[in-house]
């Protein structure tokens, strides 16, 4: 139930972003009314597809630093850190505060982490998150800025530039997951079945048990 409202809360947010600039490109294009405005049903349903498809392409990585890599979560605390996590999220929904689901489920592992009775929360990893966190503003910036260079180049104020960039951006994404390949993490990889403190430590230091 906890996961099932994290979920729920997932796209509550994150997908209300997406589906945000796209209605703006819309309506910057003339295809959507800015004084009656409504989101398509065609634009929701992209946005809960590409969530789910990112989810299911690419979600195990994900699964193992928030189970195995932050601290290891057991049934209680992964039901705390789902409850506080889903909270916090739908609130801000309500009043409109974006944010980042990931960085919130983060804190409730790590919230969760901090208050097992022996728990350890591995703080090398964390960094490593903050560092990616802070990276992405000015590296999202320098991507947007490349991609309105290049279209202008190429087609301004034509679909052209708009086609190049979507066919760089699926080069670029298709060579992303070609490289996450190589040190791929799956379902068999969080069997905690025969868990031992050698494994333990390999996951906590991002080794994935199937290359080791």
């Known amino acids: 139930l906890s996961a099932s409202l994290v979920s729920l809360a997932h796209g509550t947010n994150d997908a209300q972003k997406t ?13 959507l009314s800015a004084i009656h405005f409504t989101v ?29 890599r ?16 889903a909270a916090t999220i739908l609130a801000s929904s309500y009043y409109g ?14 919230g969760a982490g901090l208050g097992k009775r022996g728990g350890v929360v591995h703080w090398p990893v964390v960094g490593q998150m903050v560092i990616a966190w802070v990276v992405t503003l000015p590296a999202a910036a320098l991507v947007g800025d490349a ?4 279209a202008n180049v190429v087609g301004k104020n034509s679909e052209v530039g708009a086609i190049v960039i979507a066919a760089l951006a699926a080069v670029v994404a298709f060579g992303l997951w070609t490289l996450s390949k190589r040190n791929r ?3 068999e990889d969080l069997d905690r079945t025969n868990v031992t403190p050698e494994l333990e430590a390999e996951r906590a230091e991002g080794v994935s048990p199937a290359v080791a």
């Open 19 to 31: 589906m945000g600039v796209i209605a703006l490109a819309l309506i910057s294009t003339g295809h």
């Open 40 to 68: 398509p049903v065609w634009v929701k349903l992209v946005c809960a597809t590409s969530m789910a498809l990112g989810t299911a392409t690419g979600g195990w990585r994900i699964i193992n630093t928030m189970g195995n």
């Open 70 to 85: 932050i601290t290891t979560v057991e049934s209680p605390q992964g039901f705390a850190a789902e409850s506080s996590s």
């Open 97 to 110: 505060y974006p944010l980042s689901t990931t960085q919130v489920v983060s804190g409730g592992v790590m």
């Open 147 to 150: 991609a309105w260079n290049i």
């Open 185 to 187: 993490v799956t379902a």
